[in-house]
Structures are given as C-alpha cells and as structure tokens.
C-alpha cells in the first residue's frame, strides 16, 4: 500500500511543479518577472524556515562551511535560476511545456558538472555522450536562426537552458563545501536568501515595486500558487519522496512534470506543444537515461524483485 502511496504523491509533485510552469507565465503579464520571483520566496522562505525550525534541530547554520553551502543555494539554485526562468518565460515563444522540457536537462547538466569539479567523480564516454545528446535535444527546441539570432524565443530559451544550468551547478557546489546540513534547513535558508538577492537585482533593473503594480486576481493567485503549493507542498513532498524513492526515483519528476505543463498551458492558454518541443524532450530524456544508465538498471532490478516478492 505504501508504495502506492509514494506513486501517488510522485504525480501530485510532478502535476504540481509542472502546471507551476504556468502560473509563472500567467503571473510574469502582471509583475516584473524578478519581482515576481523575490515575492515568491518570500513567502516560501518564511513558511520553509518555520518548517526548518520545527523539523530539525540544526536550523540555523553556522560555520564557514555551512554558510557557503546557503551561498552557493542562494544564489545559484535560487536566485540565478529564477531569475533567468521568469525572465525567459515573459516570451510568448517560451510556452509553459518547452520551459518544463528546458528544466528538465538539469539532471543531466548535474552529473556533467560533478564529472568536471568533483575529482573523484570520473568523467566516462556515457556521461560525455549522454550530455552531448542531451544539448542536442535542447538545440532541437531552440531552434536558432543564425540569420537572426533574435527570432523565434531563441534568446529566451537561451535564458531558461542557463536557469537548467545554474540549478545544476548550484547542485554540485553545494556538495563541495566540507559541511553538512539538514535538506529543510539548506532549502529553507536558500531561499530566503535568494529572495533577498532577487529584490537587489529588481530594484537594479529599475523594475517597478510592490506598491506600482496592479495586481489582478490572476496575479495573486499565481503568486500563492508558486509560494504555498509549487515551492512549500512540493518541496515537503520531495524531501518525503526522496527518503522513499531515492535520488534517481526522485529526479525522473524532471521527466514528468512536462506532461502536466503541456496539460495546463493547453488548458488554460491554449498552448499547443509543436513536434519539437516533443522531440526535443524525448532527446533530452534519452541523454537523462544514457548518463543514469547503470543507477536505472539497479532500479529496474530493484523494482523487478520487489514485484516478484
């Protein structure tokens, strides 16, 4: 029963973060994109720091090591990447299932990075071949004219494959720093961090501040969206999920969340996903599963046995 229960709640993460795809969509028309972001983790810093201090008895970091770990969080796998994904995703072009499809080369783009900055993680063929065959799925969604470079979302969705790309990197320079911390307290202080850097980088836009914007009731409920159910219900189901399921189970929600983004923006905004956001993904996956190739053979394995029993 209770492995029915993780497959349930699988979904519900996956549904939830990939129809998060589009609440930014619909919230970015309203607010300034980094704007929009920083009031995000507000909210979902002080509701994941409140969680932090009832969860864990370590809450609050300390020591060097620990703060450069909420550093590299902060400012890679929360702000750099919003940042570059609320900004992208003002471009029509970038619909809500190719940000989804974009996002989710971050698992790839995370094992590429550990091959290259982690010494005793060994760069392998699989790891090169399943990288580059990742990019190639991202070239197929792209798409760059290069008579006109500035066509077709193209710059866009540069900006999302960068948010892809700092998350990843964020992934691995948390693990460099010798310290450990709790998952609530490291996400928990990441993101309030983040939003901090968030709202220096609006104000240096000179975009306009809380008290200039219109806030429609499509805005407000995007906004409570993202920061009550995609940032504090996913991330409490995830850190569920990944003591259940482990870190590759958990990773193929990358895989899925697409699904429901294409779903939502169809439903909602009437986004149509072309052939090459579908070849583009399917590409991209099939790098995801040429650089996990061993740890998803141990999986199939483990679930062979388990359904045997």
Excluded: C
């Amino acid at each position: 029963m209770s492995r029915y229960r993780d497959v349930v709640l699988f979904v519900v993460l996956a549904a939830v973060w990939g129809s998060a795809f589009l609440a930014i969509k619909e919230g970015v028309e309203v607010v300034p994109p980094v704007l929009f972001a920083a009031l995000r983790y507000d909210v979902a810093g002080v509701i994941m720091l409140a969680y932090a201090a009832w969860r864990v008895d370590h809450w609050i970091p300390s020591g060097r090591g620990e703060w450069a770990l909420i550093a590299a969080g902060a400012t890679l796998m929360i702000a750099a990447y919003h940042v570059f994904l609320f900004v992208g995703e003002t471009d029509p072009a970038v619909t809500s299932a190719v940000a989804a499809v974009l996002v989710a080369l971050s698992p790839v783009l995370t094992t590429g990075f550990s091959r290259l900055l982690v010494p005793e993680n060994l760069v392998t063929p699989g790891t090169v071949a399943g990288t580059l065959l990742a990019l190639v799925g991202v070239a197929v969604l792209v798409r760059p004219d290069p008579a006109n470079l500035l066509a077709g979302g193209a710059v866009a969705k540069t900006l999302v494959f960068l948010a892809a790309a700092s998350f990843a990197l964020g992934s691995v320079l948390t693990k460099v720093p010798d310290a450990e911390l709790p998952i609530e307290t490291m996400q928990a202080w990441s993101m309030a961090g983040g939003a901090l850097i968030m709202h220096v980088i609006s104000l240096g836009l000179g975009e306009t501040q809380t008290f200039g914007v219109e806030w429609t009731t499509t805005a407000l409920w995007s906004l409570a969206y993202l920061s009550l159910a995609a940032s504090a219900l996913g991330f409490l189901l995830y850190f569920y999920l990944l003591e259940r399921l482990g870190p590759i189970e958990i990773n193929m929600v990358s895989y899925v969340a697409p699904i429901f983004a294409a779903l939502s923006g169809w439903a909602i905004r009437g986004e149509v996903p072309t052939v090459y956001t579908v070849v583009g993904f399917l590409v991209i996956f099939a790098g995801f599963a040429l650089v996990k190739r061993d740890a998803l053979r141990e999986e199939v394995a483990s679930l062979q046995r388990l359904l045997s029993s």
